[in-house]
């Protein structure tokens, strides 16, 4: 079998995280079909992203020292089962404790996804797998919106998790079969304690970022939320000082490379994720396009990702990854602030030229981060480095979620423009030109630190 044959059944299995985004679509079948509120639907999408989001580091640790296929084969596990349990839940509390299980078993996969596929091949060879690597999750998060439409209109809601179920059995039994290279384990032991003060920390602060989507905290939500975070992260100073093996090394951010893209790929995803937001609803409410179309424009951007993942791995190999990341980081401002020049019935052409500009970008951002992040850590700790790049993508998508919607609400004069179209124009407008210029004045000011993006990756 060669390295390549491995990499697709690695690749394979991966595909059950990127494509949870066939679930949205089926979020009025759900409500429906439990009799719940529609504002009972952010559950489903909290319990599966706070799980998933606090786990990520900690099951990446796991990976490094226990090894990355025996973590990555424990989560195809327990994302079966989960997906098993969801299809069959008969009450909205089962659905919501299954959906938490597919964030544990999702960190599992994703963590150590991008340390096998390095694991695979030689270093010459690592910035084209890993490009290979953002382009399987680019396309999963592609098909599955159109897929998952489909899959409802045809089966119900189950079937959203139905069709990932023999996704992760047939990639598991394929890994119980699959030679894999050596693994260079990390030395140390696993730090408990420190991993629970990590997801508690990690999943409090995600808490009050989501809860400020829905309006200002209360105040006893602040001092309760506030106070965990505060104990979490005293009790990491703490462990630390004890001289124990920590989950995550935090003196490993002092190479600035990795702080730097770690830091902004956050920043990149935030912005990135406007489009998701709300070019929808300016397609429905601001052109004449059939739902089929709309579908195709929206789908520019992911295409434009998976490009990317193809060609951004030759481009970092002829000027560097850090470079790549910079013109990533250009084309997500460019084509963010493009897409704020939109206007009623704005041509196609336009309307997919900015859209392929955007995911260009972001696709090309995200190689580059996944090959500097590796090369930044030692190969014992490729786990980590793996987790840290999906972990900024999330944290990244998570406040765009509420800032951005805090943001575009405010614009629009309160949310107050149902019949409004003028107003909504105008918010939609704003909100996407100063997210594409927040960008560009944020990666400016990275540009007055020494050796920022056009040196070499300090390892």
């Known amino acids: 079998m060669t390295n390549w044959m491995r990499f697709v059944v690695v690749a394979f299995g ?17 409500t429906g079909a439990f009799g719940v509120p529609q504002s009972a639907i952010q559950w489903v999408v909290v319990c599966y992203v706070i799980s998933y989001a606090t786990l990520l580091l900690i099951f990446g640790r796991l990976g490094d020292l226990f090894g990355h296929l025996r973590v990555f084969q424990a989560g195809l596990a327990i994302c079966a089962l989960a997906f098993l349990g969801s299809g069959l839940a008969d009450r909205f509390e089962m659905l919501l404790f299954t959906r938490g299980l597919q964030g544990i078993g999702t960190a599992m996969v994703l963590s150590c996804g991008p340390a096998l596929t390095t694991s695979l091949f030689h270093d010459h060879q690592r910035t084209r797998a890993l490009g290979a690597f953002a382009a399987v999750i680019g396309l999963g998060s592609a098909i599955g919106p159109s897929l998952g439409g489909i899959l409802v209109e045809i089966w119900g809601w189950p079937a959203v998790f139905w069709f990932r179920l023999p996704i992760a059995v047939l990639t598991l039994v394929a890994t119980l079969f699959l030679p894999m290279p050596q693994q260079v384990r990390a030395d140390g032991r696993f730090d408990l304690p420190g991993a629970m003060c990590l997801a508690a920390g990690l999943g409090t602060l995600l808490i009050a970022i989501s809860r400020l989507r829905y309006g200002a905290l209360a105040l006893t939500e602040i001092l309760v939320l506030g106070s965990v975070l505060a104990a979490a992260a005293v009790l990491l100073l703490v462990r630390r000082r004890e001289g124990g093996d920590a989950v995550v090394q935090f003196s490993m951010f002092r190479n600035l490379d990795l702080s730097l893209v770690t830091l902004t790929g956050i920043a990149v995803n935030l912005v990135g994720f406007a489009v998701m937001l709300f070019v929808p609803y300016f397609l429905s409410r601001m052109t004449a396009l059939p739902v089929t179309m709309g579908g195709l424009v929206l789908a520019i951007s992911p295409l434009g990702m998976m490009l990317a993942g193809q060609a951004g791995p030759r481009i970092a190999e002829r000027f560097g990854a850090k470079p790549t990341a910079f013109a990533g980081v250009v084309l997500v401002a460019a084509g963010t602030g493009g897409v704020g020049l939109w206007a009623p019935n704005e041509a196609i052409a336009v309307m997919a030229a900015t859209s392929l500009v955007h995911g260009l970008g972001l696709g ?7 090959d500097v992040s590796v090369a930044s850590l030692p190969r014992a700790n490729r786990g980590v480095a793996g987790s840290l790049v999906m972990l900024s993508r999330t944290l990244g998508v998570i406040i765009a979620a509420s800032l951005l919607t805090a943001l575009f609400v405010a614009l629009e004069g309160g949310g107050n423009s149902a019949g409004n179209d003028a107003r909504f124009l105008g918010a939609f407008q704003q909100t996407f030109q100063l997210s594409g210029a927040g960008l560009a004045v944020f990666v400016a000011l990275t540009c007055l630190l020494p050796r920022a993006w056009f040196a070499p990756v300090r390892t």
Do not use: E, K, M, R
């Open 14 to 30: 991966t595909l059950v995280g990127p494509l949870d985004s066939a679930v949205n679509i089926a979020f009025p079948s759900i």
């Open 364 to 370: 090309l951002y995200q190689v580059a981060q996944l």
